[in-house]
């Protein structure tokens, strides 16, 4: 009686000191979802201030510490086509207090680099997509397109010959152009800068033709009369471009590129905190001044589940592989 007795003590103690395991492993995520957060917040940009990746992020951060009660501080980290800032986030604390303001370039980098400098399905975790802004093809106002067929068929006049300005091999508006040139069944010359703006300045100064930039880059120099926007390459006509013809509308149905935003955070990053933070980025995504303030950087907001950035990501990655292995293009 007594054997069966401490067995029986045994077997309840283990089965106890199980739960009570089971239970440890559960605390941290529950207890940081339920206190989250109680310190600052870090959204980590790929680029430098004032740019539209920065604007956008300080736009929601500012919307989240008013719902949240905690700064969220932007830090800009540019370099290495924005891989400086991933690597960053990756090797943070997966604690919901490092979050990166992702764009096209995550996708692309890891076709662009080799070896891949990371995996972003499974170093990273999707939070929510933010929205979009499109790359528009612009031209010197004096350099004779007034459209986009005017530009197609001096192209095709003379492969090869016809340049056009982006703010890097690599970028997202330099594949866009070469997605759209192998549409078109041209053959351009490109010139990449270190930045959008110096290739914007030596286009308006006439030393080459062409630049595919974001519309925020362009709008004020299409404002001055310097530049002119041959097409905005997204499915919809952009609101601070409204009478610019889509690249659809210009004869290439279905074909779009834009530059896209989204949160993620490490990948370990507690599913509790990772869906209180979408939720909430959907709430600041309602508000009128977010909304506002996307659109006057010529941009949209995307609503949508965490599931839905997942699965753009994997996607981009793909249509990125493909056009970097056909067109054989290499990083700056």
């Not at 399905?121 to 933010?130: H, I």
Request: proline share 8%; net charge positive; charged share 15%.
């Amino acid at each position: 009686m007594a054997l069966r007795r401490q067995r029986f003590s045994k077997s309840f103690g283990g089965a106890i000191g199980a739960t009570m395991l089971c239970f440890a492993g559960l605390l941290p995520a529950s207890v940081a979802a339920q206190t989250y957060p109680n310190k600052p917040v870090k959204i980590v940009v790929g680029y430098a201030a004032g740019g539209a990746v920065d604007i956008v992020a300080r736009t929601v951060g500012q919307s989240l510490a008013g719902s949240l009660g905690q700064a969220f501080i932007v830090e800009n980290k540019p370099g290495a086509g924005t891989n400086i800032a991933v690597r960053s986030v990756i090797d943070a604390a997966p604690d919901g207090y490092t979050l990166l303001l992702a764009a096209n370039a995550l996708a692309a980098n890891m076709a662009l680099y080799q070896p891949a400098p990371f995996d972003a399905e499974r170093d990273l975790v999707p939070v929510s997509l933010v929205g979009r802004v499109p790359v528009v093809i612009a031209v010197n106002a004096q350099a004779g397109y007034p459209s986009l067929a005017s530009l197609i068929a001096a192209a095709k006049a003379k492969p090869g010959v016809v340049s056009f300005a982006t703010p890097g091999n690599g970028s997202t508006p330099h594949l866009a152009v070469e997605l759209f040139a192998r549409a078109a069944g041209i053959k351009l010359m490109h010139v990449p800068y270190r930045g959008g703006a110096p290739a914007i300045t030596d286009v308006i100064g006439g030393q080459l033709p062409l630049v595919a930039v974001n519309a925020l880059e362009a709008q004020p120099h299409v404002k001055s009369g310097k530049l002119k926007v041959l097409a905005v390459m997204s499915p919809t006509r952009s609101a601070i471009f409204p009478d610019v013809p889509t690249i659809a509308e210009s004869g290439f149905p279905g074909f779009e590129a834009s530059v896209w935003y989204g949160f993620v955070a490490p990948a370990a990053t507690p599913k509790p905190i990772v869906a209180q933070l979408h939720a909430e980025v959907q709430k600041a995504l309602q508000s009128t001044e977010v909304r506002e303030r996307m659109a006057s950087v010529g941009g949209e907001v995307i609503a949508g589940s965490a599931e839905l950035f997942g699965a753009l990501i994997r996607s981009e990655r793909a249509r990125y592989e493909k056009l970097v292995r056909e067109a054989n293009i290499k990083p700056d």
